[in-house]
């Protein structure tokens, strides 16, 4: 009896141990949406990023950095790519407040709105949005912060979608 009582301690012993030595990665479900709006065809791409970014700094929200994706395709297969860039956007206020309510906000930080030329060279504004059930869960002040980030979002993307400075 003895003999199995020790080799259970040891087992549960080694479990905890090794739980310690290998942590796994959890998974949260949220439901975001993506909304996309294509840029006229009268609007160049360079006129819809300079619009972006104008109506960007009327919401107060801080260009805090962007990734032109096609020039390092561009560089890692020597041939043209169609154009595709990611801006990235950042109000670190209502950030901070938002991670405050619930860590899990990060994940949708900074705000980030991409165009890209699709294969037709049709040309698209498209960022991914938080669900209104995710924005409800917040505290009333950083919801109230929240919703006016995401009314900004979508005002900046029309602006760029149609070239208004």
Not at 82 to 102: P, S, V, W, Y
Not at 104 to 117: D, G, H, K, Q, T
Request: hydrophobic letters at 50%; charged letters at 25%; a neutral charge.
């Amino acid at each position: 009896m003895r003999y199995i009582l020790a080799v259970l301690v040891l087992f549960y012993a080694h479990s905890a141990i090794a739980g310690d030595a290998a942590p796994a990665l959890s998974y949260t479900d949220v439901k975001v949406q993506v909304a996309r709006i294509e840029i006229q065809s009268a609007v160049s791409f360079d006129d819809a990023v300079e619009s972006l970014k104008l109506r960007a700094n009327q919401h107060n929200l801080k260009f805090v950095g962007g990734n032109k994706l096609y020039k390092e395709v561009e560089a890692l297969t020597g041939k043209p790519a169609r154009r595709m860039e990611i801006f990235n956007f950042c109000d670190g206020l209502t950030a901070q407040k938002m991670i405050a309510a619930n860590p899990l906000m990060i994940s949708f930080m900074p705000c980030r709105i991409a165009m890209v030329e699709d294969e037709q060279g049709r040309r698209w504004i498209i960022s991914m949005m938080m669900s209104a059930e995710i924005i409800a869960a917040l505290p009333d002040d950083t919801r109230k912060n929240a919703e006016r980030i995401i009314s900004a979002m979508k005002d900046i993307m029309l602006a760029a979608a149609s070239g208004d400075l």
